[in-house]
């Protein structure tokens, strides 16, 4: 096994020079605790980890960070529970169940905990939450990601409200780092009861495809509530979470596949809300022209196209890191670069519903855009949105209160926003979607873009009520607003551009509004609509 | 369009000028396609309308330009943005887009000549192209058509009729006997007149149904019996086709033009013989296999034919060879055919302006001995489908990234697309014709070659796989192909490229060479310049020039971490390779009790409901795409548990058609 090793290793030469025979039996102590510590839970339980396709705390976070970066902190903690048998030897383990520590990721820090399923389960003890807590202080103190890989059956129970305290500990603490430093979970074992509300309050929850599960209660509970038949799967993996709650943001098919995938993550985002948008080395001209863009919009309003291919045509290398990529289809947000700098995107998808707003997309939308803000990354919105879903469902669900949240955060958000309207911008979702009118710094259309209260037909039908010839109506109608025209005569559009020089304007924007200041009425915190 | 007000040296300058700006490629190209020179002061039509779309369409309109000929481009409503659209100087939307109601529509395109006063009409390939009726049309209405007359556009169409002909013009053609055989001798003779080996079968029975191969008398007795008794109770028509069979025939076939004026000329072969399904995938001019005696023999069958029926204008005869060298008529396409840039690349000709001249009336310029084969072209057919199911099921999408290999010498790419272009379910799945030119056979395979590593085509499924597996096959290097060629080559279907010991490692080795290269740049972000790395990579570019052991290889990068050939390459540290041994492997779908669709088409019946019982092979629905009817059977007998799927819906490839328990 390869070893992880925090202190220099000592020569011979030093062991003569400085310790005495007394000091000599600390210095075995010392390296028996730290290869202790080393073995986890010990070999049986590693190999029946292995077993399970999972891999140990300690190779998941080699595996994350750069080689040789990893910087272990605590790892001669012990837990202080003396109930039940604890305090017997066996049961004590040299850095409890859980690893933690700093490193690096391409040459950026991070802080890191990794929950070790090879002691007591991985479960949280006082002292397991007092080391997760101690590294997520110093990330704070210095301005750097914390990123957590969870599995862990839950609260050491032995431990009673000493665990709880520590699970409360970490709440808060999530909630102070909550915009101040980027905080990622992912999901690589069991998170079930109180522990899932951490990655509940972090920034992004991915999680591992099989082998994760985030609940509340488990199945046999579930079972005895409710009276429902659920498995593990159904009740909390990863589908049931990227598909149908919107929980976790991403699945990835195993351990390997789900670090590698973060380490790429990761790349996109600054350390802290007092760093900007990274930059990295762009091969992409950022004056390149896209002429595919030119034809992406169908002729006929009714027909779909895909958002993501306007998306990838413009963006660095056609590089996209989708978040939510299976969850309220209907809009499309994630990570990009132009010309290097990361940016956000969010679009509607014409493809799906036709790129409607609802509650699960606002929400999606909503919480991507605060992320970017808190973050000081740029957000470049595409808009084709016919309008806000109607119906009952919609209404008792509580649209109006949900879509408020992306008009909110849209709002709010002080960051570059970059809007092109490709197609339609209907009524109230025109104004939701990072318009003029919500301090878009570049608002462009496309000669296809049609901004209006409504579509040519229920237009019409109000305007013109009882008039015999609807269709001349219609077509007047079409003539005036069908286009990017009473838009742009009002300023509310900057400009009607090529779809094919798309790129290069954006690209040529964010140079200009790297400098952007603006800042928000002092306010002890805003009241989004929860 | 230049102003016809200036000197004609000059009106072409200006054109070739437009047309430079339209698609820069380099001059030594257009040497090798015509060296002939078009003569400006012979006037022809000032405005032709073509009757066609994509890469045909897009043929015809450059010669116009050459020509000084204004063009008109019809067009269904979703190609209103097709290159040809943009490359006419005029455009019509002649329907929607199903070809029955736009390019086959042809009151829409009466109404787009007389409003748009077009003067000629050319047909291109497909469509209404050998349609006598079309013909007729334009004639009524005064309007040249560009291609034959319709005699010989009715006389070629029907089978019987053409061999008819063809025997009556000292055409060779396949011997045989079509008729009612008494007697298991009287079989026996007729197959001895003919010359063995013989094909029998019943009259009615269609295709190679029924067929039955005799090499010997006692053969032939066999066949007959089984013949005739099918005949009889099949079809209750007594008639037996006795015909000569050809062994492993090569499809070879002769380009003739002529004009109306009597004179005919043939402009040599080309080899047609690499075919999937009886549609041509890689062509040749001239042919590995003709001897120059038997290229004159079967060029000067070709012209009597179109001596026969006064054929003006460009065709094609179509031969069949057996290994022996004898020729056989097979039919005569009244067209320009997809594959004529090989011969006018052989030839220098360019046959659309010849065509446009003859249909003028002007008498043909060349005589038979100024008819040259210079040098050797190749053409790949490169289409929107996937290799890997039969040699090529269709696959549809949007050209997200798409770069044609113009950049080469001697490579001429004929296409009607271009970046952002949707291949659609309506029309042919043909992306481009790729044809290549070079002095010998060897240096045009190369060529292509490097035409087709060069080729970026992102978006859609294509074959340029199987096109590079084909043109590096030892036997298609050695000229040993047939009509068999694919599947006897591949018997169990195409596989992709099998990479040998040493390009794996090439592969893999440049593979870890770009996961590094990328690593590095993770770590180039501003204000954490760590690493000073010199080198060429340019991770944004879909095309990776690299010399690899002193040879120059072209890779194409598909996406990253993945890797024209497709080969999925996972570049991973030592640490996560080692790590990744204890990954679980996840359990595939269970895919014989679902039915998914291999392509994107239209359901065209259901033929099973829920609650059904089907056996193993039976029916259960039938996919149409692009002209193609594919019949989807049950993997195993079985209950049909739901089906997903109705007659007339749209379905995309993959999606879920049937479940069974």
Known sequence: HPVVAALPQSSSQRDCRWYSVSNLSVKERIEKKRKAALLGGGQKRIDAQHKKGKLTARERVELLLDPESFVESDMFLEHRCSDFGMEQDKNKFPGDSVVTGRGRINGRLVYVFSQDFTVFGGSLSGAHAQKICKIMDQAMTVGAPVIGLNDSGGARIQEGVESLAGYADIFLRNVLASGVVPQISLIMGPCAGGAVYSPALTDFTFMVKDTSYLFITGPDVVKSVTNEDVTQEELGGAKTHTTVSGVAHRAFENDVEALLNLREFFNFLPLSNQDPAPIRECHDPNDRLVPALDTIVPFESTKAYDMLDIVHAIVDERDFFEIMPNYAKNIVVGFARMNGRTVGIVGNQPKVASGCLDINSSVKGARFVRFCDAFNIPIITFVDVPGFLPGTAQEYGGIIRHGAKLLYAFAEATVPKITVITRKAYGGAYDVMSSKHLRGDVNYAWPTAEVAVMGAKGAVQIIFRGKENQAEAEAEYVDKFANPFPAAVRGFVDDIIEPSTTRKKICRDLEVLASKKQVNPWKKHANIPL | ?661
Not at chain 2, 262 to 268: D, K, P, S, V
Not at chain 2, 519 to 541: K, M, T, Y
């Open chain 2, 1 to 661: 369009m230049a102003s016809h007000g200036l000197s004609p040296s000059l009106n072409r300058l200006l054109l070739a000028l437009k047309y430079a700006t339209f698609q820069p490629r380099c001059c030594a190209v257009h040497k090798a396609h015509y060296s002939t020179v078009y003569n400006g002061n012979e006037k022809t039509f000032d405005k032709i309308l073509i009757a066609n779309r994509g890469e045909i369409a897009c043929r015809v309109i450059k010669t116009c330009k050459k020509m000084g000929i204004q063009t008109v481009a019809v067009h269904s409503d979703v190609d209103s943005s097709a290159v040809h659209v943009k490359m006419a100087d005029e455009a019509v939307c002649v329907g929607p887009a199903p070809t029955s109601k736009s390019y086959l529509n042809m009151d829409a395109i009466m109404d787009a000549i007389r409003s748009t006063g077009a003067q000629a009409v050319h047909p291109g390939y497909g469509f209404l192209s050998e349609n006598k009726e079309f013909a007729k049309r334009l004639a009524a209405e005064g309007v040249t058509f560009i291609g034959p007359d319709t005699h010989a556009i009715q006389a070629m169409g029907d089978k019987i009729e053409s061999k008819l002909i063809a025997k009556a013009a000292k055409v060779n053609t396949i011997p045989g006997f079509d008729g009612v055989v008494k007697t298991a001798e009287e079989a026996v003779k007729i197959a001895q007149d003919i010359g063995y080996p013989v094909m029998i079968k019943a009259s009615a029975g269609g295709g190679g149904k029924g067929m039955r191969i005799a090499w010997n008398n006692e053969e032939t007795r066999e066949g007959f019996r089984f013949s005739s008794q099918e005949a009889a109770s099949s079809f209750g028509d007594d008639r037996l086709l006795i015909e000569k069979y050809i062994d492993n025939p090569r499809h070879i076939e002769i380009q003739v033009l002529a004009d109306k004026h009597g004179n005919a000329l043939w402009l040599n072969e080309r080899e047609c013989s690499i075919q999937r399904r009886n549609q041509k995938v890689v062509e040749e001019a001239p042919s590995t296999f003709l001897d120059p005696s038997t290229r004159r023999a079967m060029g000067e069958q070709a012209v009597q034919l179109a001596k026969a029926v006064q054929y003006s204008s460009a065709g094609t005869v179509e031969f069949l060879v057996d290994s022996k060298k004898n020729f056989y008529f097979l039919e005569m396409n009244t067209r320009l055919q997809v594959e004529h840039p090989i011969t006018e690349c052989i030839t220098g000709l360019d046959l659309v302006e010849q065509m446009i001249r003859v249909a003028k009336g002007y008498k043909l310029h060349h005589k038979q001995e100024d008819i040259p084969i210079n040098g050797w072209a190749i053409e790949s057919r490169v289409y929107a489908e996937d290799p890997y199911k039969s040699f090529g099921l269709p696959s549809i999408g949007r050209l997200s990234q798409y770069q044609e290999p113009v950049n080469l010498c001697n490579v001429r790419v004929d296409s009607g697309i271009q970046e952002g272009s949707d291949i659609s379910i309506y029309y042919d799945p043909m992306i481009s014709k790729l044809v290549t030119y070079g002095a010998t056979r060897a240096e045009a395979l190369s060529k292509m070659e490097d035409a087709l590593d060069n080729y970026v085509i992102r978006g859609v499924t294509h074959n340029i796989p199987l096109l590079r597996e084909i043109i590096t096959h030892p036997r298609f290097i050695s000229g040993d192909i047939s009509t068999n060629f694919l599947p006897e080559v591949y018997p169990d279907g195409f596989k992709g490229h099998q990479l040998e010991a040493s390009t794996r490692r090439e592969l893999l080795a440049s593979a870890a060479a770009l996961h590094v290269a990328s690593q590095l740049r993770s770590q180039r972000i501003l204000g954490n310049q760590r690493v000073e790395v010199c080198g060429q990579w340019s991770l944004a570019s879909p095309l990776l020039p690299l010399t690899i052991n002193n040879t120059h290889r072209m890779l194409q990068l598909l996406s990253y971490p993945a890797f024209l050939l497709q080969f999925k390459v996972r570049v991973l540290s030592k640490l996560a390779a080692e790590l990744n041994s204890y990954m679980p492997e996840k359990v595939p779908e269970d895919t014989t009790s679902i039915l998914r669709s291999p392509m994107p088409g239209t359901v065209v019946a259901v033929s099973v409901k829920a609650g059904d019982t089907v056996a193993e092979g039976q029916e259960i629905c039938v996919i149409e795409a692009m002209k193609m009817q594919n019949s989807l059977t049950a993997v195993r007998q079985a209950k049909v548990k739901s089906v997903h799927c109705k007659a007339g819906e749209t379905v995309g490839e993959g999606d879920l058609l049937v479940e069974l328990e």
